[in-house]
């Protein structure tokens, strides 16, 4: 495809074009992010505030029935009512205040905690309340109040009313973490509880008061109207307030799909989490029902401290992100008119650049057709009048230089000749040193060792096998080259160290310690997870030898014992000092499947292996062999059909060698 040719004109246009776009789109991103943080930070500090505002309502609530059983509990009609034994008139009494006042529990229990008169339901008196915690409080201490979870047996001694009114089962909410309870029976009730004092300070009874906040609205509903006012946004009302008990909705005005009140949904998993979990407080956007809301949530505590509920308001977060959105959109059109009206007036300023631009583009297609004296009009100082000059300079030196070009033709062609024959008898004595090179190159080829080219044999087929697909044919096949590759690679190294071996480098060893190491190697593969290890090791004196090269001894024996026992068995490593014979031993047993009788005279035999074919290369024990005798030991074999193998390799003490 051809790209179009464009205008100089065009070019600039778009270049600042392209400039404008990509300041306008950074600025427009990040101002997007900086006016909708800002908005939702004021959100949810005001959020914040309006959660004090509701637990104000909330304590004031909480206070108002403190006080009423406060005055009750002083009252000497009471006191002289409880003395007197009258307990009708007290039954009467205490019912026309929790009547009067709204409350949904009035009790008064005895000096021992006892329930004497229960105004809701007298006929289930003298049960035992000592052990509640609110009331035990209040003998001792006085006048309590607090949230409390009341179970579903203590709300039916009240009224069976009451325990329907707290039964609720769980509706499927959406974010919500998972729950084994399907229902709720137990409730939420705000209590306050006061002892019943006589003029001689004799504590009479207790007198406890509640209100049950599952399905009672007061709260919540004052909380909206107080700190929301009713507003709204497009017909649905941006502030809620909500009671829970645990994480289920007892009292709320989030409403849920039907527009009824979200009843006996449940709180979101990560809300939960926070505010439930780890008794900390939320303020941020949290998914509410059925709609994401900026909310603040605080842990509700019982006289224990324990976290019965959790005191929620939020408002909508979509009239924020709405507002944000309209901002942006106002930018973004005030934006793009800046656009058109920068683009039209660089259209008009890029004149003043182009026209000069132009009579050279002429000048130079005269040029081009040999009137090397045209000259280009100076009109300006600036860098296109510079440019003009330069044109001009230039045209000159293209005059004189042409004409010196004419000269120079006539000589040059002569020159060339003569350094043509030069040439062609160069190359030739370069083509005869390119061929000596060459059979060089082939000698020193040719002298490489096999592992060069096996090496880059093995590399690009290692490099196959990574792309190759795991279930294909040819992934089967490069893998069977790499293990074959590699087993060439390793009979090579392995005859070259059997053929040259390397002197050893002779210091001061510890053969216990270069057993340790060699056993070190493979203590953690595969091979050796099902094989048990025991070491019978003496106190052995500091041998010279070179130890890198006995920890290739060790090496070769263990690993041929971990494969003759197929990865199951025992390895019983014993080393022994033999002062007499001034030597040192290294037992090396295994409990694997022996070695045939008419096979144990061709083990140290180059290229003799007992394994499977592919599996070794009948060199490690041959160079072991070999290296042993450069230590002046020797290497010895026991080995038993069925039972096992025994290898033992001893080595010289010299003398005058301290044993440590």
Not at 130 to 146: P, Y
Not at 178 to 196: D, F, H, I, R, Y
Request: aromatic share 6%; with cysteine.
């Amino acid at each position: 495809m051809r790209i179009p040719r464009l205008s100089l004109r065009t070019k600039l246009v778009l270049s600042f074009l392209v400039v404008i776009a990509v300041g306008g789109l950074i600025s427009l991103f990040f101002g997007q992010r900086l006016i909708k943080n800002t908005l939702i930070t004021q959100a949810k500090a005001k959020v914040n505030h309006d959660l004090a505002s509701a637990w104000i309502v909330f304590n004031e609530r909480l206070n108002d029935i403190r006080d009423l059983v406060i005055l009750t509990a002083a009252r000497e009609s009471l006191q002289e009512a409880i003395l007197r034994n009258e307990m009708d008139l007290i039954q009467r009494r205490l019912d026309r205040v929790r009547t009067m006042y709204g409350l949904d529990v009035l009790t008064l229990t005895d000096a021992e905690g006892r329930v004497s008169t229960r105004t809701r339901s007298p006929e289930t008196a003298g049960d035992d309340q000592s052990q509640d915690g609110l009331i035990r409080r209040a003998f001792k201490q006085g006048a309590v109040a607090h949230p409390q979870i009341v179970s579903r047996a203590e709300l039916l001694k009240e009224g069976r009313d009451l325990a329907e009114q707290a039964y609720l089962e769980f509706i499927p909410t959406p974010k919500a973490a998972p729950s084994l309870e399907n229902k709720e029976t137990s409730g939420l009730m705000l209590k306050a509880a006061a002892p019943v004092i006589d003029e001689n300070r004799r504590v009479l009874g207790v007198l406890y008061g509640g209100v049950l906040l599952n399905r009672n609205f007061e709260i919540v509903d004052r909380v909206k109207e107080t700190v929301f006012k009713g507003e709204k946004y497009k017909g649905r009302d941006t502030g809620t307030a909500t009671i829970f008990q645990g994480d289920l909705r007892i009292s709320t005005n989030v409403a849920d799909e039907e527009g009824k009140r979200a009843i006996g949904t449940r709180l979101s998993a990560e809300v939960k989490r926070v505010v439930l979990d780890e008794g900390r407080a939320w303020n941020d956007r949290a998914f509410v029902v059925k709609d994401w809301y900026i909310t603040a949530y605080e842990p509700i505590r019982d006289v224990e401290n324990r976290i019965v509920g959790i005191l929620y308001v939020g408002t909508l977060e979509r009239p924020y992100v709405d507002t944000a959105n309209r901002v942006m959109l106002t930018f973004t059109i005030l934006a793009l008119l800046s656009v058109v009206f920068l683009l039209v007036m660089l259209y008009f300023a890029t004149t003043r650049i182009i026209e000069p631009l132009r009579q050279m583009v002429a000048a130079t297609h005269e040029i081009a057709d040999g009137d090397l004296g045209h000259k280009v009009e100076i009109r300006s100082r600036d860098e296109i009048g510079e440019l003009a000059a330069s044109f001009n300079q230039m045209t000159e030196k293209l005059k004189a230089a042409n004409e010196e070009l004419i000269e120079w033709g006539t000589t040059l062609e002569k020159k060339v000749k003569e350094r043509t024959k030069e040439l062609m008898e160069m190359q030739s004595h370069l083509i005869q040193s390119e061929k000596l090179a060459s059979i060089g190159k082939l000698a020193a080829g040719i002298a490489h060792e096999i592992n060069n080219p096996l090496g880059g044999v093995l590399i690009y087929s290692h490099l196959l096998l990574e792309d190759a697909k795991k279930d294909s044919v040819q992934y089967e096949n490069l893998k069977k080259i790499v293990k074959e590759t590699t087993r060439c690679k390793d009979i090579v190294k392995g005859l070259l160290e059997f053929s040259r071996p390397k002197e050893p480098q002779m210091a001061p060893t510890d053969i216990n310690d270069i057993v340790n190491r060699a056993l070190a190697l493979f203590e953690r593969q595969a091979l050796f997870q099902n094989i048990r290890v025991d070491k019978e090791f003496a106190a052995l004196p500091q041998i010279v030898a070179d130890g890198s090269q006995l920890q290739q001894v060790f090496a070769n024996i263990i690993v041929n014992a971990a494969e003759a026992m197929d990865g199951n068995g025992t390895l019983i490593i014993r080393t022994v000092l033999d002062r007499q014979g001034g030597s040192l031993r290294v037992e090396f047993t295994d409990t694997g499947h022996g070695i045939k009788e008419e096979e144990m005279p061709r083990l140290f035999e180059p290229f003799f292996t007992t394994k499977e074919v592919g599996k070794g290369t009948g060199l490690g024990l041959a160079i072991s062999y070999g290296i042993v005798q450069k230590h002046q030991g020797s290497i010895q074999v026991r080995s038993q059909l069925g039972k096992g193998s025994t290898f033992t390799v001893t080595l010289p003490v010299q003398k005058g060698e301290s044993h440590e």
